[in-house]
Structure formats: structure tokens, C-alpha cells
């Protein structure tokens, strides 16, 4: 039985490029791993089959009182899933719901957080939920936002992006790592170096190589366009999308650029996502 290694992220920020960086570091396959068997290496926290196993009611069906005294629960039955470190996806702020901690901290090993700039999240958040860019901001501006469960998953507290990003990151931990998405993007053998560094693991730079390039978009996304992905929202036409930094420039308008970091400048400033003018 293993401690749980939390993989965790505002939505749309980058978490399923980190999973299946881990997945191709750690199981080191021949060929890039199949996207669609990522969730059988790193679980998630809001699949619905481990609530299932736990309660007679439909998990799209429970209250949050109810689901909050299924989640530790849950969190314990998903560290009998692996012997060693058990790695878990979670879209939820670092808090409570209904009085009981969304991550519990008794199965927790550690934890490692990915930033990305929300000028670009809100795109990609738009996309992957049907809204327009507009809808997309005002949902991330709300702290009491969730994201509605369906059969295949549970509800997700996920509150603001400020919100989210300084619950994760205010405090300075050795047990967690925190990565910008954007430096995974720039230099990616020092920010997945990083990851490897922080779980302990000196691999050598081939195999580190191999990882990033069996993860790489173009790899995720040529999989996506063959295969399909199951992750993907029905709102959207692919899941894999972009994979770029600042697309905001070409698709945002200087009110929503202004009311953006209105909104988020502390946590933005702390990143070095306000732009030049602002």
C-alpha cells in the first residue's frame, strides 16, 4: 500500500501532460503509453467508481455532505491501488467542503502543483466547457465554483483560479513542487528534471529524453487524433487542443486582458504572468 503523490492543477493548466510524462519516465515503455490508460497509472480523485464502491447511491447523485464523508474513504481505498507511491489527479483547491478536507492529508506523501497563465487558461477552459470566453472568466472569478459531477465523475470544488493556486502555493513545502506550465514548455528537461529530482529519482538523460518526447503534444495529440481521448468534455472537439503560451495575445481583447489581472493580479504577479503595460 502506497502514500498518495497528488497531481494537482486549476483545470486546463497542464496536469494530463504531467501524468503522461510520469507514466512514460516511470514505466519506460518501448512506445508512447496509450492516453487512454493513463487513469490505470494515475488515478483521479473525482472518478466516480471509487465513491461507487463505497455507497448504494449514484455518485452523480450525492450530496456534498455526503460525498465529504465518502472522500477520505475514497482516498484510502485508492493507496491499496499500487504498492509504492500512488499518483492522484485532483482539480480541487487545497480546502474543505461541508467541514472535512478535500485532500486528506493522512495518505498524503506529497504533492506537485502545476501553474499556468490564466490568460491562456481561460481559453482553453472555454473550449473544454462550451462557454464563451466571457462565461469562462467569470467562472474563474467565482470561489465557490464546482464543476458538476456527471456518471464518470463526482463533483470537483475548485473554486477561483487565485483562489486554487494560492491554497496550493502560499505556504513553501518540502513535500511539494510546484511547475509553471510555461517552463515546461520552455525548458522542459530542467522542469521534468525537476519532477524526477523531487520523487527521488536520478534517471538517466536518455531515458529522461524519451519521457518528454513520448509525452510531448504532438505525441498526446496525434494519439487523440486517432484513437480519441476519453477524457475529452462533449463540449469540445478535442482535448488536446494548443499547447502553447500566449495565445491570449491573438484572442483576447484588452478589456478582458484588463479584466482578467484585475481580478488575479496578486496571484499572477507571484508568477510573472502580468504582461509589460499592465
Known sequence: ?????????????????????????????????????????????????????????????LS????????????????????DSVFVKTHSYLGENSGVPLITMDCTAGAIYVVRNPLDVVLSFADHFGLSIDKAMEAMARDNGVAAPTERNVSEF??????????????????????????????????????????????PRARLAKAIRFSSFKTLRSQEDAAGFKERSDKSRRFFRAGKKNQWKDKLTPEQVRAIIDRHREQMSRFGYIPEGY
Open 158 to 203: 475548485i473554486g477561483s483560479w487565485s483562489m486554487h493556486v494560492k491554497s496550493w502555493t502560499q505556504r513553501p513545502n518540502s513535500q511539494l513542487l510546484v511547475l509553471r506550465y510555461e517552463d515546461m514548455l520552455d525548458t522542459p528537461f530542467k522542469a521534468f528534471g525537476r519532477t524526477a529530482k523531487f520523487l527521488g529519482l536520478e534517471p
Open 64 to 83: 456534498p455532505e455526503e460525498l465529504a464523508e465518502l472522500r477520505p474513504k475514497a482516498h484510502r481505498a485508492m493507496m491499496k491501488a499500487h504498492p
Open 1 to 61: 500500500m502506497g502514500a498518495l503523490v497528488w497531481l494537482a492543477s486549476y483545470p486546463k493548466s497542464g496536469n494530463t501532460w504531467l501524468r503522461a510524462f510520469l507514466h512514460n519516465l516511470l514505466r519506460a515503455p518501448a512506445r508512447p503509453m496509450n492516453i487512454n490508460e493513463i487513469d490505470s497509472f494515475t488515478l483521479g480523485d473525482s472518478q466516480a467508481a471509487w465513491y461507487r464502491a463505497l455507497t448504494d447511491r449514484a455518485p452523480d447523485q
